[in-house]
């Protein structure tokens, strides 16, 4: 029998190079950089990103930013970066982040889901206090609690929950609740 593990996340990124090279074109750093942070790591969306861009290089077998940005369909959100941004208060950002998503309820159930958690860290930041060194997502955490309001936090937390309920039923006013909130910032 043979056994093959998955690549490490941090090697996902030659799978662009080599699709790009099988299709005969160059992969700027600027457009493998969005494709990492726009995509789920997995070889076959990677493929699929490399296959959508080739049909739409130039003559020298190059592409755009831009032009990429407009073919290729964001579909996967970074807790983290999102966790930052709430940490830092910066709900524009965070909102917008959300809205690039286009009706990936699956995407939005997980995220809404994991979200409620770290809101809960962030009401109660008394497990940090066991933890020798704290992690930088710790140290965001506790930033944030003493940035945000307790009432605040629950009525955010009230947010992800209905969110995380549309978002199981796929009611599609998910996303125009998700722009009212960016709207009213």
């Known amino acids: ?71 290729i369909k964001v579909k996967k959100l970074d807790f983290f970066d999102q966790a930052d941004l709430f940490n830092q208060s910066n709900l524009k950002r965070f909102y917008l982040n959300l809205l690039l ?22 009401i109660d930041p008394s497990y940090l206090a066991a933890k020798k060194s704290p992690s930088k997502y710790d140290r965001g955490i506790q930033l944030a609690a003493r940035k945000w309001d307790f009432n605040e ?13 549309m978002a199981k039923s796929k009611d599609f006013w998910l996303r125009d609740c998700l722009r009212r909130e960016y709207l009213g910032l």
Request: a negative charge; aromatic letters at 16%; one cysteine or more.
């Open 101 to 122: 998503i286009e009706d990936d309820f699956g995407l939005y159930l997980d995220f809404f889901r994991s979200f409620q958690g770290h809101v809960n860290k962030v």
């Open 153 to 165: 936090l629950i009525d955010f937390q009230q947010k992800m929950i209905n969110f995380e309920i």
């Open 1 to 71: 029998a043979l056994s093959l593990s998955a690549p490490k996340p941090w090697h996902f990124g030659q799978y662009l190079d080599v699709f790009a090279k099988y299709f005969g074109f160059q992969i700027s750093p600027q457009i493998k950089n969005f494709i990492e942070k726009s995509v789920p790591d997995n070889a076959s969306d990677y493929f699929n990103c490399c296959h959508i861009l080739s049909h739409h290089v130039d003559e020298r077998g190059a592409i755009s930013l831009e032009k990429a940005k407009s073919l």
